[in-house]
């Protein structure tokens, strides 16, 4: 079973637009969602995280909204430039003090910015 | 500098032959992990290392073994390497208890 769903798979907005790449989970236990950008050839970096206690976290253009009650949350990029095409991973974990830690990621949304 | 490093960063092998993966960091963390990317799939766990010689399969771990004999090194073996297994191996490292993964470059792995 897939914990971590991501839509839509590639995403193509205008340079100056803001693209919305969606996620959602299964297990209420998880934590911590981190987002991971990849560039082609490289090994995935964080970019923007949020705790289950909070519903939005903004760094810039990068912004995180979370449901809990939904299971839901979404990485809002404003103002989209060429140099943001990549590929986003969302991510989530358990509480590290269960003794196993592990973080499940979605399949990834390929983000293209046309210029 | 943090920096997880992977050695080699492509390579082929043909079936059945052996293949050693290597990646190291340079930030003393004590938990270390081993995932494969392909292609629509995302990255999928195989193992994962707490510290020397405490490791633990992850969601994929059959025909893979692993080794960790120093923190700051660790090994992703295939035994007779079969062509299933051509894909993207990425390490990653974290300090246990805290979430940040820092990644590698990963492994360009082709098996024929």
């Known amino acids: 079973q897939q914990q971590v769903r991501q839509s839509p798979q590639s995403l193509t907005v205008w340079e100056g637009e803001t693209a919305i790449l969606n996620c959602s989970y299964e297990?209420?236990?998880?934590?911590?969602f981190p987002w991971y950008q990849q560039f082609p050839g490289e090994g995935p970096a964080l970019l923007i995280s949020i705790r289950s206690v909070s519903d939005k976290k903004e760094d810039g253009r990068f912004t995180i909204f979370f449901n809990k009650r939904e299971k839901k949350l979404s990485l809002h990029i404003t103002d989209s430039q060429p140099g943001d095409s990549a590929t986003y991973f969302c991510?989530?974990?358990?509480?590290?003090?269960?003794?196993?830690?592990?973080?499940?990621f979605g399949k990834g949304t390929s983000l293209t910015v046309i210029p | 500098d943090m920096k997880v490093t992977q050695m080699p960063r492509y390579l082929i092998k043909r079936m059945g032959e052996n293949v050693l993966l290597e990646c190291g960091q340079d930030m003393s963390h004590e938990t270390m992990y081993w995932y494969r990317q392909d292609p629509g799939l995302g990255l999928q766990l195989i193992y994962i290392?707490?510290?020397?010689?405490?490791?633990s399969e992850g969601d994929i771990p059959k025909g893979y073994r692993v080794s960790r004999k120093k923190r700051e090194h660790f090994s992703l073996i295939l035994d007779s390497a079969k062509t299933n297994q051509t894909s993207v191996y990425f390490c990653a490292s974290s300090y246990w208890g805290q979430d940040t993964q820092y990644f590698g470059p990963g492994t360009r792995l082709l098996v024929l």
């Open positions: 290392s707490y510290d020397v010689d405490s490791n």
């Open positions: 297990d209420s236990t998880f934590n911590y």
């Open positions: 991510a989530a974990s358990v509480p590290p003090n269960t003794g196993y830690q592990n973080f499940y």
